[in-house]
């Protein structure tokens, strides 16, 4: 997955408040997709590219792992 330079611009542009509130909303479950892109107008897949531009390559390894795990939780708890 590659960041566009005009993606990366616009994550350089973030405050070091915004960034670790981004981050912030982005680790917990209870916030959503929609929620972000109110907040900082960015697509659920921006969000994913900005995490992976803001973190570890292990952190986000970790932060694709949870996801995944959640949208699969949501995905059987609507049978």
Known sequence: M???SKLKKRFKELSDQQ???L??????Y???YQEIEKLFHFSPNEVEKFMLYALSE???KRWKIKMSKR???KGKGAK
């Open 2 to 4: 590659s960041i566009s």
């Open 19 to 21: 960034v670790k509130k």
């Open 23 to 28: 981050i912030k909303m982005s680790w917990e």
């Open 30 to 32: 209870k916030t959503t």
């Open 58 to 60: 292990k952190d986000y």
């Open 71 to 73: 949208f699969n939780l």
